[in-house]
């Protein structure tokens, strides 16, 4: 028979046999799974049996409920879904076996979805933080601090060292340049780089720029000790503890 | 640096309404986008609360030093871009408060990109899945990272980028302007050059239109508006599912090039 198991991170607080009658789900104590946390509505919303199917309906909650991450007003619901109520989730166990978070991303079935709709803060950690626990690849984690910086071994440049601390590092004679170049021919923009979440990225200016002999083709990412070609100068980039 | 402009916005081929939104201050040089979304047009009212917001703010940033900065000041970008970022949440917190004030409104909000020029450095700030492109020298960039489940989910590992294209989810956000009583801004900056092409865009153009397919009709177009009426009939050609809006900047060449010294050192020196 199916039962519903309400959760907290990562115990298991409760669990409703479902039956014949609805089961209810909110802050105030006449719930059938009482919730006792602000962010849950007194009368939050339900769950019941509908032509052999077990369906979830929110009760105009004013934080909402989402299934497998999307909002939902009333929604089907399977073996492995989880209901996300406040902080607290609530698994639809058929069989004897709750499915893992991460397998409810990415298999369960989800509505149509053709109006935008928008998740909200913790739902994102939520699917971030099941994707780190699963061992996938994360590029939004730190890593400890590492001081980007651009040693000059050839070229009439202004320095010869530069500590990457802007969003934007401008190679060229222009004035918001960081590494000025000086020559008559040299461009205002010679090649710039730009942080991004996960690295430093090296562009084009004026001058098409070589990292470690090989000519750039769009925004390329600087590796710790790539050796970068601007028309004559070359600079080292270098991450320093 | 003189910016050629060209925008354009379309309802589309589906819509009942045009829940898009974008306004130009080319003196100021500042371009903002928006795509709204909300049952009934509460869609329009906020990408209309949002780039007004960001035009006010911004405008007003420059005629008074003590206006106030929203959100955190980054130390590694310049004051306009603060300054745009700073606009877009108090956009935000705009939208937000509007919203809580009129129960049918529940729940409305929108994306925005907004793109700064001042002299050579482009500044650039955005929330949603609207973006902004560059393209130089033949080479097309997507400077904004789009704040959708799907591109999350790409981001972190989870999906291929074939996957989320063929995602049914291309539509959900996990961030948008006045949702939620924050929101963190993403900015970028580039210091751009005569010839490039900034093109700020609302999705209802690039689920219809590839990224080659923009590249070469800007590329192919005489002038910038050209390139806009070319883009959106495109999307509509295409099938124009959705609003869709592009603002496109051009680069045309420098306020003081060679000649220009040249002839004013000419001209003191009798």
């Known amino acids: 028979m199916s039962r519903l198991v309400l959760k907290f991170e990562t115990e298991m607080l409760k669990e409703v046999p479902l039956g014949t009658r609805p089961v209810t789900i909110g802050r105030a104590p006449d719930n059938d799974i009482q919730i006792d946390n602000l962010a849950?509505?007194?009368?939050?919303?339900?769950?019941?049996?509908?032509?052999?199917?077990?369906?979830?309906?929110?009760?105009?909650?004013?934080?909402?409920?989402?299934?497998?991450?999307?909002?939902?007003?009333?929604?089907?619901?399977?073996?492995?879904?989880?209901?996300?109520?406040g902080k607290h989730e609530i698994l639809v166990d058929q069989l004897n076996d709750a499915a893992q978070p991460l397998d409810a991303l990415r298999k369960a079935p989800v509505p149509r979805v053709n109006e935008t709709m928008v998740l909200d803060t913790h739902e994102r950690r939520m699917l971030l933080d099941a994707a780190v626990a699963a061992g996938e690849r994360s590029q939004l984690s730190p890593e400890r601090f590492r001081m980007p910086t651009l040693i000059v071994s050839r070229g009439n440049t202004d320095q010869?060292?530069?500590?990457?601390?802007?969003?934007?590092?401008?190679?060229?004679?222009?004035?918001?340049?960081?590494?000025?170049?000086?020559?008559?021919?040299?461009?205002?923009?010679?090649?710039?780089?730009?942080?991004?979440?996960?690295?430093?990225?090296?562009?084009?200016g004026d001058r098409l720029p070589k990292i470690n002999g090989v000519t750039i083709n769009g925004l390329t990412k600087l590796n710790d000790g790539d050796v970068i070609?601007?028309?004559?100068?070359?600079?080292?980039?270098?991450?320093r503890d | 640096m003189?910016?050629?402009?060209?925008?354009?916005?379309?309802?589309?081929?589906?819509?009942?309404?045009?829940?898009?939104?974008?306004?130009?201050?080319?003196?100021?040089?500042?371009?903002?986008?928006?795509?709204?979304?909300?049952?009934?047009a509460h869609g329009e009212v906020a990408s209309n609360l949002a780039v007004q917001t960001v035009l006010t703010h911004c405008r007003q940033g420059e005629n008074s030093r003590v206006t106030p900065i929203f959100g955190e000041s980054r130390p590694d970008v310049s004051e306009r871009t603060n300054r745009l970022a700073s606009a877009i949440h108090l956009a935000n917190r705009k939208v937000f408060e509007t919203a809580a004030s009129n129960p049918e409104q529940r729940g409305m909000g929108a994306t925005i990109v907004a793109a700064w020029i001042d002299a050579e450095r482009l500044s650039l700030a955005h929330v949603g899945d609207s973006r902004a492109y560059l393209l130089r020298a033949g080479s097309m960039?997507?400077?904004?990272?789009d704040h959708s489940l799907v591109a999350e989910k790409v981001r972190v590992g989870i999906l291929t980028p074939q996957e989320a294209d063929a995602s049914e989810l291309q539509s959900v956000l996990t961030r948008a302007v006045g949702t939620n009583g924050?929101?963190?801004?993403?900015?970028?900056?580039?210091?751009?050059?005569?010839?490039?092409?900034?093109?700020?865009?609302?999705?209802?153009?690039?689920?219809?239109?590839?990224?080659?397919?923009?590249?070469?009709?800007?590329?192919?177009?005489?002038?910038a508006q050209e390139s806009a009426d070319r883009l959106i009939d495109l999307a509509n050609e295409n099938g124009g599912v959705d609003n869709a809006t592009v603002v496109i900047l051009r680069v045309i060449e420098k306020s003081t090039g060679i000649f220009e010294r040249f002839k004013i050192w000419k001209r003191y020196s009798g």
Request: net charge negative; charged share 25%.
């Open chain 2, 182 to 223: 924050a929101v963190e801004v993403d900015t970028d900056e580039q210091a751009l050059l005569v010839g490039d092409f900034i093109l700020l865009c609302s999705d209802g153009l690039t689920r219809m239109v590839t990224d080659p397919e923009i590249a070469s009709t800007l590329l192919t177009s005489a002038t």
């Open chain 1, 40 to 85: 849950v509505s007194n009368y939050h919303a339900r769950v019941y049996v509908e032509a052999g199917s077990l369906v979830v309906e929110d009760l105009n909650s004013l934080n909402g409920s989402f299934l497998n991450d999307i909002r939902v007003e009333r929604a089907m619901l399977k073996d492995g879904d989880a209901i996300l109520i």
């Open chain 1, 160 to 204: 010869k060292e530069y500590r990457i601390a802007s969003k934007l590092t401008v190679i060229g004679k222009s004035k918001m340049a960081t590494v000025r170049l000086r020559g008559w021919f040299t461009p205002e923009v010679a090649a710039q780089i730009n942080k991004h979440e996960d690295g430093y990225y090296l562009g084009r």
């Open chain 2, 2 to 40: 003189h910016i050629e402009i060209g925008a354009r916005t379309d309802l589309g081929r589906v819509r009942k309404n045009n829940e898009d939104c974008y306004l130009i201050d080319s003196s100021l040089q500042l371009f903002v986008l928006s795509d709204g979304m909300g049952g009934e």
């Open chain 2, 141 to 145: 960039d997507q400077l904004t990272a």
């Open chain 1, 229 to 239: 070609d601007v028309g004559r100068v070359r600079l080292n980039f270098m991450y």
